[in-house]
């Protein structure tokens, strides 16, 4: 102890107080001592609130915006819509079946042909059946018939719109289009009922005008006096609509319009096409079906808008001679049949007699057809299609040269060729370069489906907006695209879609999907887990009940393993390179085995992958069960040890049941880091792109968070938006791991507890 | 392996017999020089203030204190007329035929039917079902606990009041069949009846087995004891041996001054 200095008052230690008690707070002071305490609680209580919540606004935060990336409007472009495409193929095949009788734009010949022909079918509109009922019978479809009320309420399927398709432009620029628009509303009804169609309920009638007013920018409907109007009329279209149209303009005359009205019946098709034309001079278009998307294009992309007037409803109905004595009723399938496949009435229905079907259909430019066959094939998509129909729509819609490399990748035919021929194959596959096509099996169903999505359909997000925008900005959003990318289509999309789950990687992010990194994922991690288990868990073991903590050595040990917990992942990787995959090739690469895949026989493999992380994920594993063993009680050990047990059977039986739970935990805590580890992989070598699934341990390889990174690395914004649906895929499917994994550990803990 | 087993179980009148046992932990010496023979199917109480090394004495006799690895162990002690600390005697068959009560309760968190069985399963019992399910009943009327537990042995033994499971962990020792049982203070942590009960289940025990009991309680070791060593801190902090008598004798004649200061409770 060292002295005060002299020249200070004395330090010497002050006597304790007389009465101690008398130090504590007294009266009204107690109650203002444990408030302070309080107070001070409360502050802290409201810092930790307050971390907590900072916390949880931040993960929301991101959350939130990872989906604002999934989900939004895109602008889609496609070559051909999907739809289109088996619309076109399915009326291809229904035109060019050897059993069709007549195939005509003239309704009248048709009705004609059936009467005289007792094998005969056929598809007409409600206004020529009623016309013929003489000779003609509408079948009903699934018990529905066609009449006035099953039309108006939906429940008779083939039922469809009759429309009249004109533009802003041509009502502006010429005022008879307009008046004889009002005028046509204002008879239709009438005039429908005469012919034998259906006429507007009275919403659809009123919704109508409200169009037709918008189109003729006024705010009442006028009184129109065709006396007043003059010019030439140009309508063109559906057969269907031929007649009311001429009856509404023979009114129209003869109520004194001066001008000329030149209707003709092309079909709804070729009426389009001389409406969105730049010099097609159709004013209006009768149709008998909704414009396609295609067609609304081509339209647009000549800064013409088309607009729609219902004017009123049709039954498009399937009818037989009246002779014909066994057809009353079939389904909607039976009715596919009927037009498509089926050569005779047994085919379409067992009870019909062995006769052939002679079919009188309209033409391949028909509002018909394209109703019924949109109809009738509505669930159809591309995975329906048989595989020789799809190498048919393929080889339809690309050129030979892309065909034949197509080909040349994979082969459709083990036995032919489609486009290719056997000469150049050959030459090509004994040459020096040969290409894929000559090793690897055909394509299957599902290969040529993308095959056809890729190169016909080829969807392409033109821009994309996010989930926010999207909802606030909608018409904005839509008005700018329709705007900007007048070919394009402007709907919502979710990016996150099964599609994207199973598909495979691919360079077209419309088509691209995560089913390969998923299933790398799973592999990797797996074997990860698998291998990185019973070494730490062992070590920990180790560790604790066998090592002599007292020792240097197992110091230093321990040390080490803290350390390495903390290493950055990449050294990992590195080593992993290094030994996994350099040294141990001949393992890694399974060519020891001689299972490895001769086009890739190096060591990069799922193995070395798998092997990288279980280091990676070692000391956590250690440390944590270290953790889980010293949490044991040793009462317990002593109470086996005090029984006879041996040190092995104390641990078996007492130590690891007992500390299984925290075991458990810290592997479920290192799953989850190598879910999510993307730079040793990456440095492993992690494949850029591939689209074959991983097959074992030997295969090439990519991983989710490989996958999430590549893509947010591109330079497309659709890249990023699948990317974003990715990361959901990631996060969900470590949620069902950890899942799975608590599950088995509360099943454990139950067990022993 | 050792030819500790070649003696028979009840060979003589002393059942263990430390001689000049010195127990360290590091440098540190905990006791020394004990020298004390126990005899067979009495029981004897281990007695002492706080911290003089009765329980290490005790923890020697099955060489409990080998798992803590800075405890070393001087002197000999000899059961069946063979040092337990010879090298070429395996702790495991020291433990197996002396059994272990500890202080606080500690059942394994299994089934009270798994607590009694397990012992037996690892130390080669070989019956049938039906045996083990004999053995467990044995055991379990034996430790005066089947009464409580008859109806729930698929329950955890962890549900078991505390009296109830410190006669389960007496259940589980005697369902190995040792020749002496070890108890370390086992109605400390127990209430007033439980200790009773407990004191009642020893008495009956000593017909089969060597009871080595330590306690704290001078009334209980008075009570329940055939024997009594008395234990004391030297200057230098090591525990030893100051008196060893038949039980009535130590507590009405003491021989010892420091025995007779602590049994009336002068110190201690």
Redesign the interface.
């Known amino acids: 102890m060292s002295q005060p200095p002299p020249d200070q008052p004395s330090a010497a230690p002050a006597a304790p107080a007389t009465d101690l008690t008398t130090l504590f707070p007294q009266g009204e002071g107690i109650q203002a001592q444990i408030a302070r305490r309080q107070r001070n609680a409360t502050i802290w209580r409201f810092v930790f609130l307050g971390a907590t919540s900072l916390a949880v606004i931040i993960l929301t935060t991101l959350l939130l915006s990872i989906i604002n990336q999934s989900f939004g409007l895109v602008a889609e472009q496609t070559n051909i819509p999907e739809t289109q495409l088996i619309v076109n193929y399915q009326k291809s095949l229904m035109l060019e079946a050897s059993n069709v009788a007549l195939s005509s734009e003239d309704d009248a010949a048709l009705a004609e042909g059936i009467a005289a022909d007792a094998a005969g079918v056929g598809l007409l509109g409600n206004a020529y059946t009623t016309q013929n009922q003489d000779t003609l019978r509408a079948l009903s479809i699934g018990g529905v018939a066609p009449t006035a009320e099953t039309v108006q309420s939906g429940a008779y399927p083939l039922a469809r719109p009759l429309l009249l398709y004109t533009t802003a432009t041509t009502v502006a620029d010429k005022p008879q289009i307009g008046a004889f628009l009002a005028y046509y509303l204002q008879v239709a009804d009438e005039v429908m009922a005469e012919i034998g169609y259906f006429p507007l309920d009275e919403a659809t009638l009123a919704q109508q005008e409200t169009t037709l007013l918008a189109l003729l920018g006024a705010t009442e409907l006028p009184t129109i006096v065709p006396a007043e109007y003059e010019g030439d009329i140009v309508i063109a279209g559906s057969s269907t609509l031929n007649q009311v149209t001429r009856e509404v303009a023979k009114r129209f005359r003869a109520e004194g319009f001066q001008g000329a009205i030149k209707i003709t019946s092309v079909g709804t098709g070729a009426g389009f096409a001389g409406f969105c034309a730049v010099d097609g001079g159709v004013d209006i278009v009768n149709a008998s079906r909704t414009i396609t998307q295609l067609e609304l294009e081509s339209c647009r992309a000549n800064a013409l808008n088309p607009v729609a007037t219902v004017v009123g409803a049709d039954a498009l109905a399937v009818v037989v001679n009246a002779q014909n004595d066994f057809a009353t009723d079939i389904t909607l399938e039976q009715a596919g049949l009927l037009f498509s496949s089926a050569v005779n009435w047994a085919e379409v229905d067992a009870g019909w007699p062995a006769e052939a079907i002679n079919r009188y259909i309209p033409t391949t430019d028909s509002g018909t057809m394209d109703f019924f066959v949109a109809t009738v094939f509505a669930a159809q998509t591309l995975a329906d299609l048989p595989y020789d129909s799809l190498v048919t729509v393929f080889q339809a819609n690309v050129s030979a040269g892309r065909c034949r490399a197509a080909e040349a990748e994979q082969r459709f035919y083990a036995d032919r060729f489609v486009c290719d021929t056997e000469e150049a194959f050959t030459a090509r596959c004994e040459g020096e370069n040969p290409t894929t096509g000559c090793t690897l099996a055909p394509r299957d169903h599902a290969s040529l489906e993308a095959l056809v999505q890729a190169e016909v359909i080829q969807p392409e997000v033109l821009q994309a907006w996010f989930l926010a925008e999207s909802i606030f900005r909608r018409d904005e959003i839509v008005a700018t695209a329709l705007e900007e990318y007048p070919s394009a289509d402007v709907h919502f999309r979710r990016w996150l879609t099964w599609d994207f789950i199973t598909r495979p990687q691919s360079a077209t992010p419309e088509l691209a999907g995560v089913r390969t990194a998923i299933l790398g994922s799973l592999w990797v991690v797996g074997i990860g887990l698998l291998a990185g288990f019973p070494v730490g868990v062992g070590a920990a073991i180790y560790l604790e009940e066998y090592a ?3 020792k240097r050595f197992n110091s230093i040990i321990q040390t080490n393993i803290n350390n390495l917990a903390g290493v950055p992942s990449i050294i990992y990787g590195l080593l992993g390179l290094t030994v996994f995959v350099r040294v141990l090739e001949p393992i890694t690469s399974g060519a020891i085995f001689g299972v490895g895949d001769p086009t890739t026989a190096n060591g990069r493999t799922i193995l070395s992958a798998g092997l990288t992380l279980a280091l990676l994920i070692l000391p956590v594993i250690i440390i944590s069960s270290q953790e889980a063993i010293k949490a044991v ?1 040793s ?12 040190r092995w ?1 104390t641990i078996w ?2 130590v690891i ?2 500390a299984i739970g925290g075991i458990l935990t810290g592997v479920i805590l290192a799953m989850s880091r190598i879910i999510g580890e993307t730079a040793p992989l990456v440095v492993v070598g992690a494949a850029t792109l591939i689209t074959s699934d991983p097959s074992g341990p030997f295969s090439k390889f990519t991983t989710l968070p490989i996958q999430i990174y590549q893509w947010t690395a591109r330079p497309q914004q659709t890249f990023l938006l699948i990317a974003g649906a990715a990361i959901i895929v990631l996060i969900i499917l470590l949620f069902i791991l950890n899942i799975f994994a608590i599950y088995l550990r509360n099943r454990y803990a139950r067990r ?2 | 392996m050792s030819n500790v087993a070649t003696y028979s179980t009840n060979g003589g009148p002393y059942a263990i017999e430390a001689q000049d046992l010195s127990i360290y932990y590091g440098s540190f010496r905990a006791v020394k020089n004990i020298n004390l023979r126990f005899p067979t199917h009495k029981i004897t109480a281990l007695i002492g203030p706080s911290g003089c090394g009765k329980s290490t004495v005790l923890r020697a006799f099955n060489r409990m204190n080998d798992l803590i690895p800075i405890s070393r162990a001087e002197g000999v002690i000899l059961f069946h007329g063979k040092n337990i600390y010879d090298h070429d005697v395996d702790p495991v068959e020291i433990r197996r035929r002396v059994g272990m009560v500890f202080q606080k309760p500690n059942p394994f968190p299994k089934t009270i039917y798994e607590n009694v069985a397990w012992g037996a399963r690892i130390n080669g019992f070989k019956g049938s079902k039906t045996d083990m399910d004999a053995l467990v009943e044995e055991s379990l009327r034996d430790a005066a606990v089947w009464d409580d537990v008859k109806d729930k042995l698929n329950q955890s033994g962890l549900s078991l009041s505390g009296g109830q499971q410190q006669r389960l962990c007496i259940a589980r020792a005697i369902a190995t069949r040792p020749e002496i049982i070890l108890m370390d203070e086992p109605a400390s942590a127990l209430d007033p009846i439980s200790t009773l009960r407990i004191e009642e289940l020893i008495q009956e025990l000593k017909k089969n087995y060597t009871i080595l009991i330590v306690t704290h309680n001078m009334q209980q070791a008075a009570r329940a004891s055939d024997y009594t060593a008395f234990f004391n801190m030297d200057a230098d902090r090591a525990g030893y041996l100051v008196e060893y008598n038949q039980t009535d004798e130590l507590f009405t004649s003491p021989k010892n001054e420091m025995t007779e200061q602590y049994i009336t409770g002068r110190f201690g």
Do not use: D, V, Y
């Open positions: 002599n903590k007292r009680p009462s317990l050990r002593e109470a086996s040890f005090g029984l006879g047990a041996t059977q039986n007492h049941p007992n022993i507890g």
